[in-house]
């Protein structure tokens, strides 16, 4: 039997501003023992066929194509076969931009949406552009990128690294999703504005395209909600995926969910930043609930 004989299950992907808690739902659903997981975000993958797209919001008709659908399936079944797994997810961040994008190349994938206070995800995603990562990283990152995306890749990385010597920056050139003028905003922003526009961005775009999607296959649920209740938000989320109740998968969420992180951005934003990231969001803030 091939790939090409097995049927995708219903893919579990998890999207969300960079910071909003998405790796905390994937460890937590990778507990379940019907569940694999992408140990990397799949960017590359996602990119395949529109590498030389410089931002991350690919929509269905321009960007959509029957051999690019093909080609990613195809990795999706591989990696399931490969853990002995039906569902797999994926927790790519810059997924957020793209939902309709997404369920076309997968049409029976599930989305999971997870929405957090954007002052709080600016605060953690500063601290996110600052840190560095081991070279390690990326030599084991790189096994995941396709043979026809490596020269994009390797030019993105190169160009980050250049900018930053460049301008002297003590911050990378990019991190988490892209936007059309992203290298330009980078340029010109504070980075408390760049984040809290790259929170307003994101979320921004999952909501418009969440009417886009199949009926039932989008759920949106809220970190701080989660991290409070995590029993209750945890399994709803299981029955949103069509999972069997599973008492590993129970466990590790009473015991590993941490509700201490939530308004962490009182004492990490200083009053300029908290000024910046308010001016870029504070409409989104409004509409969900999140300021008065």
């Known amino acids: 039997m091939t790939t090409k004989d097995i049927k995708l299950d219903r893919p579990l992907i998890v999207v969300g501003a960079g910071r909003s808690g998405t790796t905390l ?5 990778m507990q379940h023992k019907d569940v694999a997981s992408f140990e990397f975000e799949m960017n590359a993958l996602w990119k395949y066929g529109n590498e030389h797209i410089d931002h991350d919001m690919l929509n269905v008709k321009q960007h959509y194509s029957h051999a690019v659908s093909d080609y990613i399936e195809n990795v999706f079944v591989r990696k399931s076969v490969e853990f ?11 997924n957020v931009m793209r939902l309709a994008y997404i369920q076309e190349v997968l049409p029976d994938a599930r989305i999971l949406h997870v929405i957090r206070d954007g002052r709080s995800v600016s605060a953690s995603a500063m ?31 190169i160009k980050s690294k250049y ?43 999952a909501l ?3 009417t886009m999607l199949k009926p039932n296959t989008y759920m949106e649920i809220r970190y701080e909600e989660l991290v ?33 992180r939530t308004d962490k951005w009182h004492k990490n934003l200083n009053e300029e930043q908290l000024g910046l990231v308010l001016e870029q969001s ?4 409004k509409s969900l609930g999140y300021l008065e």
């Open 84 to 94: 002995g797994r039906p569902r797999l997810l994926d927790k790519t961040v810059a």
């Open 25 to 29: 739902i994937r460890d937590a659903l």
């Open 208 to 210: 418009a395209q969440k």
């Open 127 to 157: 601290a996110r552009w600052s840190a560095k990562h081991p070279s390690s990283y990326f030599l084991k990152k790189l096994k995941t990128v396709p043979l026809r995306s490596l020269p994009w890749f390797a030019f993105y990385v």
């Open 163 to 205: 900018l930053a010597l460049v301008r002297g920056t003590v911050h990378r050139q990019t991190w988490g999703s892209r936007w059309p003028g992203f290298d330009r905003d980078v340029t010109e922003l504070p980075l408390a504005t760049i984040c809290a526009k790259q929170w307003t961005l994101q979320v921004e775009a």
């Open 228 to 260: 409070s209740n995590p029993q209750k938000v945890f399994d709803e989320v299981r029955c949103f995926f069509e999972l069997d109740y599973d008492e590993k998968f129970n466990s590790w969420v009473n015991s590993a969910v941490d509700d201490s």
């Open 282 to 285: 504070s409409h989104l803030l």
